[in-house]
């Protein structure tokens, strides 16, 4: 055989040898993006779309994170009343002292483990208010007791805790600012509206950069459709879609859910074949809005300007601050049980606080 020849067939190895390589890069490409395979849960008739898709390895870092901690155990509510021992007890003070002190060791656990009783209090004097840690969290006890007496029909029993925002945190990791609309100045395109701004809370999309002013602060009406075949008394603006949409996107990222979680895609308006959420789901836009009015809104000046938002508002909530992508809080773990204190509207106290 002429050197020719062996040269060309060494050469043709080389090259099938290069293809496989290529083809088996190319599968383990292929294989990084097909796997884990997606599941699918049918939650509607077949044909509809009505199904949940979920990422296996992504599902299992979220049960992972929510995790709910172990309940100390309760000391009973025989002995003094906290309003009788302790000054300054505005909020629990009908607890016994054993109560009292397992609800703070808990809440210091739940909201600042690092910091601990020095993160809201005076270490030489607990009944001093100067820190405004003590005095928002004081405020935040009450809006704990209000939602799991009050909005049963978005919590039901499952209830909230500190700890179902806060996760070990002294800042809950999700909370939200109002958005400057126009972040680069005004310019020859005029008022963007906050649109293609990319920002996290829409998946960096040409959404609205804030969605949540209109709906948890005011009460925008939601709607993409307009309720006419013709457009006469349609005042349902593209604007206004958009945040809808806006608004609708933060609600799946934070549930880690479809939209078919809540809709029915035969028509996303109707309300008759709707799923059960989409009432609870109703009720859980109308509670932030509650909150953020009633409770948060009102600490603006209490919070430094450093814990204020690039427009000088306070910190709000919004779905991600509870659900941090679980469709249900720590996966449904009810915690409040373990803390009827937390579930009850405080009593007004007539006793006169005693000094310690």
């Known amino acids: 055989m002429s050197e020719f020849k062996i040269n060309a067939l060494k050469q043709a190895g080389a090259s099938r040898w290069l293809q496989s390589l290529g083809l088996l890069l190319i599968g383990l490409l292929l294989a990084g993006c097909e796997r884990p395979i997606p599941e699918t849960v049918q939650t509607g008739y077949r044909g509809t779309g009505m199904v949940q898709v979920y990422n296996p390895r992504l ?46 060791v808990s809440m210091s656990s739940w909201i600042a483990p690092q910091e601990g009783c020095g993160y809201c209090h005076q270490l030489q004097n607990f009944a001093d208010d100067s820190k405004y840690t003590k005095v928002v969290a004081r405020r935040m006890v009450e809006m704990t007791r209000h939602i799991n007496a009050d909005w049963k029909p978005h919590v039901a029993e499952t209830g909230v805790t500190c700890y179902t925002c806060h996760r070990g945190q002294p800042v809950p990791s999700a909370v939200w600012f109002k958005s400057d609309p126009q972040p680069y100045g005004s310019n020859f395109m005029g008022d963007k509206a ?40 349609n005042r349902q603006s593209i604007k206004q879609a958009e945040w809808t949409y806006g608004l609708m996107t933060h609600m799946s990222t934070a549930l880690g859910v479809n939209c078919t979680y809540c809709h029915n895609t035969q028509s996303f308006q109707n309300w008759t074949n709707s799923p059960p959420q989409r009432t609870k789901a109703w009720h859980g836009i109308r509670m932030a809005r509650d909150l953020n009015l009633a409770y948060l809104e009102p600490l603006t000046e209490v919070f430094p300007d450093y814990r204020k938002g690039p427009t000088g508002d306070a910190p709000k909530l919004n779905c991600a601050t509870c659900h941090q992508g679980a469709y249900k809080p720590l996966n449904g773990a009810q915690m409040a049980k373990d803390f009827p204190e937390l579930q009850k509207h405080p009593e007004v106290l007539t006793t006169k606080v005693a000094a310690k």
């Open 194 to 233: 906050g649109q293609n701004t990319p920002m996290e809370v829409v998946n960096l999309s040409s959404l609205p950069n804030d969605p949540f002013t209109p709906f948890l602060l005011g009460d925008q009406k939601i709607r993409v459709n307009g309720p006419t075949a013709l457009p006469s008394g």
């Open 59 to 104: 599902l299992e870092a979220k049960t992972e994170q929510n995790q709910p901690p172990v309940a100390l155990p309760s000391p009973g509510s025989d002995g003094p009343k906290a309003s009788q021992v302790y000054k300054n007890v505005k909020v629990l003070g009908h607890l016994s002292v054993g109560e009292f002190n397992r609800l703070m």
